[in-house]
């Protein structure tokens, strides 16, 4: 299990089920309405207090060994190779850490929501404490998300932080990764979310979503070279992800790759209208769930 997935296992730990009767305690008395989101956000967000610290730690060290690695390691054979003229016409390191950052946020979105999910109606049960509040079933999804996107915010701001001080490129278009990499967490996370609140039994089944899922994606989406380096047959898995359309929009971002206007708004339309309908999808999971 990876260490985002440990994280969120170890704080959905399984405890007593809640009684029916027992409130939660909301911050203020009774929260207004259309903003019970936030006061679950900020119960996700209060546990990633008791493991900041190595959230700071891998946050940090996780872009620089990568980057290093792949960058000035295959890079310099691939630049070699390909004559000076790197890939896409940048330097491999320039075209490669888009990508490497936009993995992790996916990783860490769909770990999130794996094991924060599956935990908080069958380890934890605070949804179902959650539901003896005001808080309403679509406003405990929107809000776990929101939690996870701010989770995600500080290992991306860590990752963007790592390569503008690396030089990697000028700091400002590093920056512009960030709405890229929220936008793919949202989508992502709600696309996980949304099957996994089905689930009402672990059986082994959780893990087949960072093992045939987000791995053969990372893979597949043209993270380390591009699509169109894949045999025609395999290029539509490359269409179908999400994390491609987030990295082609983050390789437009960074360096400006040639991308054509009306392709740019196909990959922001594409992740928009995944996390809509998931998001919805999820939502309605968690009444039907919870109204039982």
Not at 2 to 26: G, I, Q
Not at 196 to 222: C, H, K, M, N, Y
Not at 245 to 273: C, D, N, Q, S, T
Request: glycine fraction near 10%; aromatic fraction near 12%.
């Amino acid at each position: 299990m990876s260490t985002s997935s440990a994280s969120s296992a170890s704080s959905a730990a399984p405890a007593s089920k809640a009684s029916p009767t027992t409130p939660l305690a909301v911050p203020g008395g009774r929260p207004r309405r259309g903003w019970g989101w936030w006061y679950v956000a900020e119960h996700r967000m209060a546990n990633v207090r008791s493991f900041w610290f190595s959230l700071l730690l891998i946050g940090l060290g996780s872009p620089f060994i990568y980057v290093m690695g792949l960058g000035l390691g295959l890079g310099v054979l691939v630049d070699r190779n390909q004559g000076g003229q790197g890939v896409d016409g940048v330097p491999y390191l320039v075209f490669v850490t888009p990508a490497l950052l936009l993995a992790a946020v996916m990783q860490a979105a769909a770990n999130e929501n794996t094991y924060g999910t599956f935990g908080g109606f069958k380890w934890s049960h605070w949804y179902d404490v959650q539901y003896q509040t005001p808080i309403r079933p679509w406003e405990m999804a929107l809000g776990s998300q929101v939690g996870v996107l701010l989770r995600n915010t500080i290992t991306t701001g860590c990752y963007v932080l790592v390569v503008s001080l690396l030089g990697i490129a000028p700091w400002w278009r590093v920056a512009l990764l960030l709405p890229v990499a929220m936008l793919l967490s949202v989508a992502v996370g709600f696309a996980v979310m949304s099957w996994v609140a089905t689930q009402e039994q672990d059986r082994g089944q959780l893990g087949f979503i960072e093992r045939f899922v987000t791995t053969p994606l990372a893979l597949f989406s043209g993270t380390y070279y591009p699509l169109s380096v894949l045999p025609d047959p395999l290029q539509w898995i490359g269409w179908i992800s999400p994390l491609w359309h987030a990295v082609e929009l983050g390789r437009w971002a960074m360096y400006g790759a040639a991308i054509p206007a009306w392709l740019l708004a196909a990959h922001v339309a594409f992740l928009a209208l995944l996390a809509a309908v998931t998001g919805c999808l999820s939502a309605a999971t968690f009444a039907r769930r919870l109204d039982r």
